[in-house]
């Protein structure tokens, strides 16, 4: 089950599924997004369980959250998915160089939301909200880090793919699982995100 | 060497065997001495603060360092074999679902030499298992914390192994309707992994950071909950008992058939129930909180919706009824386990309903009662249910018999030294005797029923111990078991050598029908027909990755543990640096020639 199924230089329309380790790899991908899922749903309602318990004297999410900050955030999430789905489709069609280009754009993006999320932290630190706080901090901090130590992985992970096929494999049929399964846990973080700018920001400052 | 880097699904299987089995007896060592703790009136061989490590440790152990990695042994050895495929989906993933098992059990139990294991029992409920709570004890509940966690991580990549295998893997013509129980039931256990046990990671993850870092997840003076935990932790806990109770299930279907030498009865209906529980399991999580405090709404739904469970399972038990009516039953020492199971898994559904009505509950809750019941159902099940396994897949995995004489005093003991030990403590329950504590006055009328209970206890050890014998003297005989050692084998795994060759099978088999093995054979074949022409079979190759990458955890998690962050980053780089190098060097893997077939296929 390697590469010499595809000898004649055909590059497969869908390549990463064109052997059983790729089909493998993209649906044992999928069900450990499932067990992510079940990870989120339990800190989202230890979140929503836990939020007002802000404590005497402690600033509030309405005074804490700013909105356009996060929405900042947030858009740019939004549009490394997208170019994480350019990625994906230079790499169906075998564009090795544009693939590269668009992925670097997208752990460019990811670098940005967390140098936002990191200045975000300090801020609310300043102002008094720290991990040690509240039951509604803790389960702040736990859930929007998780999130954001997500992206952070992701970022290592894409770097390193980069780097991969830029300097060493090229793009292979097992590369191209590889880049695929990025792409869909880049998604996945997205995904996410919103309900993270949901539930936390725009709850929290309706209250 | 080979051991340490192997990964190859059948010797994952032996080795979660062997780790399994050892902590059984760890285990097993703590319930002796707790009963013999109970075993009298105000008896003094163990302290208090002894006790409740002892407690802790005997239920953290069995479920998750003894159950769980025999469950895997069984399924890492069969499920391949019995859906006709080469491997596992992900064999380097598998090595590494066994190591950081191995590693999180291994960190469990360093506790007992550093100052005290932990003490706040298996469920760990909050506020016992705070910082404030500690006493003399700083680090026991870290402990736990910390090396669930690690364990946690190997369950949850061996189930995603196991689904990812089972639904690409199969032979041709293995369609879902044609798969053997046991692999079903290994597909619903390993769903139920999959989304039973990141809830966990989440539970044990706030109560370390409100250990180690001052969160106030569960601080109630800081605006925490405590019954966030109990939440949290059932949602997991429920799902939990049904991944552990299922594949014995699967167990029983095979053994009870072969052995009657009938097809299974109700085959789709075992399909269905099996889903159904599985279904069921995560909506049920509070009964185990009626005295909570829930709210009478919530403790009817939660009470109905359990006692809906009875259902499929009763569909379960009457089809193995029906299986064995009318066959010509051999009571092989597997066979033995599997009809001793039926009556005794009974007995514990029975008790698991009338603990279902919330109204009785408050009556049950806490004492001996609730201790009885869900030992009849772990060991009465699931540990019979294992032992049938064991003893029937023992030529499968080992290529030797065990002998029936030793095996038969091995069933004896220990179901009859189970049923003295557990029956009893449904009166001491009634009577009103707390679980939990470590003694009890005199003149309660708790003393002769106690004795009664250690006395069991003792007995279900020396039946182990015939086990334990059999084993030993079994290793010494040669490996002559024949290909299908019980002649009247159903399913693929009896097609092929044993023990198995590395590669499975030499060409993947073309399966007709239910039963595939037994099918060709009633049409006068002996053989599978193949579905492919002989031709070199790729292996991945070994690796010591694995184990590295889990002693790093074990040193990050000890790191972290103490306060000393620079040992716990140390041990995660190790870690990440092992996931990094696998990433790097492409596993090429090697090929067997049909040549050389012939040679490796043949037993050693
Ligand atoms: C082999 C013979 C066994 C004996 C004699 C035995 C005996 C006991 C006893 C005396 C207790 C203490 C009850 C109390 O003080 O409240 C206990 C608790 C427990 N046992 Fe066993 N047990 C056995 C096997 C198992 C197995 C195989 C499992 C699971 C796979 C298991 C799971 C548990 C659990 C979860 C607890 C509760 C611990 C807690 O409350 O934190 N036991 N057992
Ligand atoms: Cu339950």
Redesign the pocket.
């Known amino acids: 089950m390697s590469a010499h199924s595809h000898a004649d230089g055909q590059w497969p329309h869908e390549p990463e599924k064109a052997t059983l380790e790729g089909r493998n790899k993209v649906l044992g991908f999928w069900l450990f997004l499932g067990a992510e899922t079940v990870l989120f749903g339990t800190l989202f309602s230890a979140f929503l369980a836990l939020r007002h318990q802000v404590g005497e004297g402690n600033p509030t999410p309405n005074e804490l959250f700013e909105l356009p900050m996060v929405a900042a955030a947030t858009v740019i999430l939004l549009v490394s998915s997208l170019t994480s789905v350019f990625a994906v489709q230079a790499m169906h069609l075998n564009k090795v160089k544009p693939m590269l280009i668009w992925l670097l754009v997208t752990i460019v993006l990811g670098l940005g939301f967390l140098g936002l999320e990191i200045y975000e932290f300090t801020n609310y630190v300043k102002e008094g909200h720290k991990f040690t706080t509240s039951a509604f901090s803790s389960s702040f901090y736990t859930l929007v880090g998780f999130h954001g130590a997500h992206v952070a992985f992701g970022v290592l992970w894409i770097g390193l793919l980069i780097m991969q096929i830029a300097f060493k494999k090229g793009l292979t049929v097992t590369t191209a699982s590889k880049v695929y399964v990025a792409g869909i846990y880049w998604h996945f973080i997205d995904v996410v995100w919103v309900f993270i700018f949901t539930v936390v920001y725009l709850m929290g400052k309706v209250g | 060497m080979d051991w340490l880097t192997t990964v190859d699904h059948k010797k994952i299987g032996i080795l979660y065997l062997i780790s399994g089995g050892f902590f059984f007896l760890v285990?097993?060592l703590e319930?002796i001495m707790?009963?013999i703790q109970?075993w009298q009136p105000e008896n003094h061989f163990v302290s208090a603060d002894t006790y409740n490590e002892l407690?802790?440790m005997?239920?953290t152990t069995?479920?998750f360092l003894?159950?769980m990695p025999m469950i895997f042994a069984l399924m890492n050895a069969i499920v391949p074999l019995q859906i006709g495929a080469r491997d596992v989906a992900f064999p380097f993933v598998n090595a590494i679902g066994f190591w950081t098992f191995f590693a999180g059990g291994v960190l469990l139990n360093v506790s007992w030499f550093t100052g005290g294991a932990p003490d706040a029992?298996?469920?760990s409920y909050v506020p016992l298992a705070t910082d404030a709570f500690n006493g003399g004890n700083v680090h026991g509940v870290d402990y736990y914390v910390v090396g669930l966690q690690i364990a946690g991580i190997g369950t949850l990549v061996g189930g995603i192994n196991f689904l990812a295998t089972i639904i690409n893997m199969r032979a041709p013509g293995m369609s879902f309707m044609r798969l053997p129980l046991f692999t079903w039931t290994a597909f619903i256990t390993s769903a139920l992994i999959l989304f039973a046990f990141p809830a966990l990671t989440v539970g044990l993850v706030a109560l370390m950071f409100d250990r180690l870092f001052h969160a106030n997840f569960f601080e109630v003076s800081n605006g925490g909950n405590a019954v966030l935990w109990e939440h949290i932790f059932w949602i997991f806990g429920h799902p939990e008992v049904y991944i552990?109770i299922l594949p014995a299930f699967g167990v029983i279907s095979e053994v009870v058939s072969t052995f009657s030498r009938k097809r299974l009865f109700g085959y789709s209906s075992m399909v269905f129930a099996t889903v159904l529980i599985g279904f069921l399991a995560f909506m049920v999580w509070a009964h185990h909180m009626f005295t909570t405090g829930l709210g009478p709404v919530a403790n009817s739904l939660f009470s109905i919706a359990t006692m809906l469970i009875a259902v499929p399972t009763g569909i379960k038990i009457f089809n193995w009824l029906f299986t064995l009516w009318g066959g010509s039953i051999r009571f092989t020492t597997a066979n033995l386990f599997a009809v001793g199971f039926i009556p005794t898994f009974v007995m514990g559904g029975v008790t698991g309903v009338m603990l279902a009505s919330a109204p009785a509950d408050y009556q049950y809750h806490d004492t001996y009662f609730v201790?009885a019941h869900?030992?009849y159902v772990?060991?009465g099940g699931?540990?019979l249910g294992l032992f049938s396994g064991l003893h029937y897949w023992w030529p499968k995995m080992f290529g030797r018999m065990l002998n029936e004489t030793l095996g038969k005093l091995t069933f004896w003991f220990f179901f009859l030294g189970f049923h003295l030990?557990f029956f009893v403590q449904h009166f001491l329950g009634l009577m009103g005797m707390p679980?939990?504590?470590w003694t009890y006055l005199d003149g309660l009328g708790f003393d002769d029923l106690n004795m009664i209970s250690t006395v069991g206890?003792f007995l279900?050890g020396l039946g182990t111990i015939f086990f334990l014998i059999n084993i030993v003297t079994s290793a010494a005989k040669p490996r002559d078991a024949a290909d299908d050692p019980w002649e009247d084998g159903r399913t693929l795994e009896w097609t092929i050598p044993s023990p198995a060759p590395e590669y499975n099978f030499a060409q993947t088999p073309l399966v007709r029908g239910y039963d595939a093995y037994w099918k060709e054979k009633m049409e006068g074949k002996n053989a599978m027909t193949p579905a492919e022409p002989l031709g070199p079979i790729h292996m991945p190759s070994p690796s010591i990755l694995p184990l590295i990458l889990s002693i790093g955890l074990f040193i990050g998690g000890l790191g972290f543990m103490y306060h000393h962050t620079i040992v716990g980053i140390i041990g995660l780089l190790i870690t990440f640096g092992c996931l990094f190098t696998r990433s790097l060097i492409d596993d090429h893997g090697f090929h067997i020639e049909p040549d050389e077939l012939h040679d490796k296929g043949v037993k050693a």
Do not use: K, Y
């Open positions: 285990g097993g319930a707790i009963r109970l407690l802790t005997h239920g069995m479920i003894a159950a029992g298996w469920t552990l201790v869900f030992h772990i060991v699931l540990i030990t679980r939990r504590v206890a279900m």
